[in-house]
Each structure stands twice: as structure tokens, then as C-alpha cells.
């Protein structure tokens, strides 16, 4: 297959051509390395490819022979490695698959590679020491987002249509604002973090994926999606396949309007005005749009303190775990400023103010399921701003203890974290771009526990009456001559 036919399909529609025999899982894979020879050197969000194995049966299923990258992060494949953006981490080898790696090798996912995370996922932008900084397709200067930033760069890209991607306070959806895509955060408990944990960052974190159509996230969210023995949560089984929900009508919903960040921060004016003009349009189809009082139910700082208390001493446990294995220091030298200072503060943190931090969780849980009895979806911008330039979150880190750093980060995406704490769906939708400066950006809607149907039926809804998969940013260019 030509590399300018290949970025013309999404998932589902190569899948289609395979099963049809129009074209075979290895041309698609030949088609996707090419696209990824011609704009990786721009972007760097593939960080190594390995050969694929044994092509799936066309037609088994919705994404049989359909090219696949997984994060650097969060998913295991046996024999390959697992480096998580980190020097502690590198040369590191999975000794067997995940359970999700399991999942995607039955869905007929043809996976050759990983993609960029920032150093332990601990950011909302990917520019780590050990691979350096993945750029922003539609700007090169700025950023790709964070932590699934080189997912989100390697699907805007078009090296591949659908992309793994992870989420613990932003990381599916802040790359997906940046980059111009869809991507949801399922439920807690939706996929499975197994074997080898129960659960990860004490269940903020999911598994996900970012991708340039609904159907597409939808269609692997079926396939990938339910328990497995020993999950600590399990989300209630849907009415219906999601694939189905994108084509159904949502009906008039009630839909609550957040125009300002928990936390106090502005909205930047261009996505002000771009939360404005979606507000008419969902208002056009008939949705019930108002201002909405949705408190957290702490307030910011105690908020950010529990983040960084659950956040710091997971990640003190996982710095020990990986330095014992490989026998390295934990020092400057394995570890970049951020992350250190991460691990020194989580070391500080004690048992008592451990477990009122997980209090702090339960109690924004039970505010945000009182505030989904009057709305049937929240909305409001993903991040408050256009895609910062490569440098923003970096900029006097050194200086900055754990709790500075978490406080940085949800200051930039202060709309996204809440609901990773909630353990609730949400969903970042390409609905628009700057006037300006023709950046992508994403809207988010968040619903009640279990209620991926609800966003995927909207989602649908919005993508027929305002399609994006056919914006394309400047670095589609190197496509047309394969190079």
C-alpha cells in the first residue's frame, strides 16, 4: 500500500481492507515504518521498533492487521524492552507479556514498536534526558503532550492511526488536546493493569489510547476491555459494544459548563473562545448547556497535597524496586531533577498522611458523583491553554521539591486530574482550533462512573456534525513523497 493511501484510513477502515483482502497486514506494517522513516526524525515519538510477528487471521476481529505502537510505559511485551523514559530503567527487558499486551495480540493489532513517555510518566510533557524532547507535528517548537506524548505525535502524524496510551492525571487527554486527537479515559477498572499489579497509583492511572476517529477508540476499548481475576475494581459491563454507542444518538443531555480551573488558574483566550463556540454547538443539537457548580470537595491545595502524597510514594516504591533489580544508584545520574525530588519527598511522606490523602480521593469522588446526579456530562477546555513550547514545565525545575512539581503540573492541566482521582470517564475531542495560529483544541467531557457509552454516543454525535480527521498538520507533508 502507497504511504499516501495508508494515512487516509483510520483503524477500522484498514481493517476493513484487510479483511476484503485489498491489502495485506505486512503492506500495512511496510506502509507504517515508511510513514515512520519519513516524519520520525522530525517529531521523535517512536523510540524503538522491533519486527512484527506472526500476521493475524483478516477479519478476526475490528482491527485484525492493523498497525500499533505501545507506550514505553505501563504495558509489557515478553522479550522486548521497557525503559519508561528513564536512564534507571534502561536496557530493561519484560520478561512476559501484560495482561493488556495479551489483549492486544488476540484484538490483531500488528505492534512494532514503543513510543516516548516522559521519565516515569511523572509530566505533562514528553522531553525526557534518556530519548530527549518529541515534538508537536503541528508546531515543532511546542509541546506533544504528556505522558502519552509520543503516542499522541505518532497518530497525529499519521504513522499509525491508533495508538496504547495511559492516563493518571491527564496523560491520554492532555496529548490529545495538543495533538489534534480523541482520546478517553475509561473507567477505573475498565482494563486490566495485571499480572503483575493490581492497580497503579492507587487506580488513578488507566490504560487508553488516542487516535484520529471515535470509532477507533471505541472499537479497541471493546476488544481490550473487562477483569481479570485478583482486579482490585471492576466497572459495570456496558449496555451494548462501544462501537455501536458512537452511531446511536446521545439525546438531549444535560450538560454543565466549567469555565474556570479548579484551582483558580485563567483560561488563555483562544480556548476561552473555542469553549464559547462549543457550547453553541452542543447547544444546536439540542443539549441543555449551563453554568456548573461542580466543587471538588476539597479545596486546591489539599487537593494537590493528596495528589502529591499518593503520587510521590508510589513512585518511591517503583525507584527502589527498579534500582534493586538492576542494581543502579538512585541518584542525578539515573534520574532527572523532577523525579529525584519526587522520590525524596515520597520518602518523607508518612503512613498517616498517606491514608488521609487516600481520604482526600474518596471524598472528591463522592463530590464529583453528586455533581453527576445534575449533569449528565461536565465540560469544559483540557487544558487551559494552546500547546506550550518545549521548556514550559521544565523551567527552574531544579528548584522545586515533589510537591512543587505536582503543583506545576495541575496548575498547566488543572481541568484533567480530578477525574483520575473520581476514577470516572472523560474524553478530550478535537472540536476546534486557534483562529490564530491554527493549533488544535480539545474540549473535554467527563461523565459518571461506568458511563463511557453516554460520551462515546456525544462523541459520535459531535464527529458527524463537526468532523477533524481531516485536518492535517504541517508535518503530513513529508508524506507525499514517502520521505
Avoid: C
Avoid at 483478516?58 to 519508561?84: C, I, N
Amino acid at each position: 500500500m502507497d504511504i499516501t493511501e495508508y494515512v487516509r484510513h483510520d483503524a477500522v477502515g484498514l481493517a476493513e481492507l484487510v479483511a476484503r483482502r485489498q491489502v495485506t497486514p505486512a503492506e500495512l506494517e511496510a506502509a507504517a515504518r515508511e510513514a515512520e522513516r519519513a516524519v520520525g526524525p522530525r517529531i521523535n515519538a517512536v523510540v524503538e521498533t522491533w519486527p512484527a510477528e506472526d500476521a493475524p487471521r483478516p477479519g478476526s476481529t475490528p482491527l485484525a492487521g492493523v498497525p500499533f505502537l505501545v507506550k514505553d510505559l505501563g504495558v509489557d511485551a515478553a522479550g522486548r524492552r521497557s525503559e519508561l523514559g528513564s536512564r534507571l530503567a534502561a536496557g530493561r527487558v519484560a520478561a512476559e507479556d501484560s495482561t493488556l499486551m495479551t489483549r492486544l495480540r488476540r484484538a490483531g493489532l500488528v505492534t512494532f514498536g514503543r513510543t516516548a513517555t516522559p521519565e516515569m510518566a511523572y509530566s505533562t510533557t514528553t522531553e525526557p534526558v534518556l530519548y530527549g524532547a518529541t515534538r508537536n507535528p503541528w508546531d515543532l517548537t511546542r509541546s506533544a503532550g504528556g505522558s502519552s506524548g509520543g503516542a499522541g505525535a505518532a497518530v497525529a502524524a499519521g504513522i499509525v492511526p491508533i495508538a496504547h496510551a495511559t492516563d493518571a492525571a491527564g496523560s491520554i487527554r492532555v496529548p490529545a488536546a495538543y495533538n489534534g486527537l480523541f482520546g478517553l479515559k475509561p473507567t477505573r477498572g475498565r482494563v486490566p493493569m495485571g499480572p503483575a499489579v493490581d492497580e497503579i497509583f492507587n487506580g488513578l492511572a488507566v490504560h487508553g489510547s488516542v487516535s484520529r476517529t471515535v470509532r477507533d477508540s471505541a472499537a479497541l476499548l471493546d476488544l481490550v476491555r473487562g477483569p481479570e481475576p485478583g482486579d482490585p475494581y471492576a466497572a459495570p459491563e456496558p449496555a451494548r459494544p462501544y462501537a455501536e454507542e458512537v452511531t446511536r444518538e446521545p439525546g438531549a443531555l444535560r450538560i454543565g459548563v466549567l469555565t474556570r480551573p479548579w484551582g483558580g488558574r485563567p483560561v488563555a483566550p483562544p480556548v476561552a473562545e473555542a469553549l464559547a463556540r462549543t457550547v453553541l454547538l452542543l447547544e444546536s443539537l439540542g443539549h441543555r448547556v449551563t453554568g456548573a457548580e461542580a466543587g471538588l470537595g476539597v479545596d486546591w491545595e489539599e487537593f494537590v497535597l493528596a495528589n502529591a502524597r499518593l503520587w510521590t510514594v508510589n513512585l518511591t516504591a517503583w525507584i527502589d524496586e527498579l534500582a534493586a533489580a538492576l542494581g543502579r544508584p538512585v541518584d542525578s545520574s539515573t534520574l532527572e531533577a523532577p523525579t529525584l525530588a519526587g522520590y525524596h519527598y515520597g520518602r518523607r511522606v508518612g503512613g498517616t498522611e498517606f491514608v488521609t490523602a487516600l481520604a482526600v480521593r474518596n471524598r472528591v469522588s463522592r463530590g464529583l458523583a453528586r455533581t453527576f446526579e445534575a449533569y449528565d456530562v461536565l465540560l469544559s477546555p483540557t487544558v487551559p491553554d494552546l500547546p506550550v513550547p518545549l521548556g514550559t514545565h521544565g523551567r527552574g525545575a531544579e528548584a522545586l521539591d515533589g510537591l512543587g512539581w505536582l503543583r506545576r503540573i495541575l496548575e498547566l492541566s488543572p481541568f484533567t486530574a480530578a477525574f483520575n482521582v473520581a476514577g470516572t470517564p472523560a474524553m478530550s475531542v478535537p472540536l476546534t482550533t486557534d483562529t490564530g495560529t491554527g493549533l488544535p483544541i480539545g474540549m473535554q467531557f467527563a461523565a459518571g462512573y461506568g458511563l463511557e457509552g453516554r460520551l462515546f454516543r456525544l462523541a459520535g454525535q459531535l464527529e458527524r456534525e463537526n468532523p477533524w480527521s481531516e485536518r492535517r498538520p504541517a508535518v503530513w507533508a513529508g508524506h507525499r513523497r514517502g520521505r
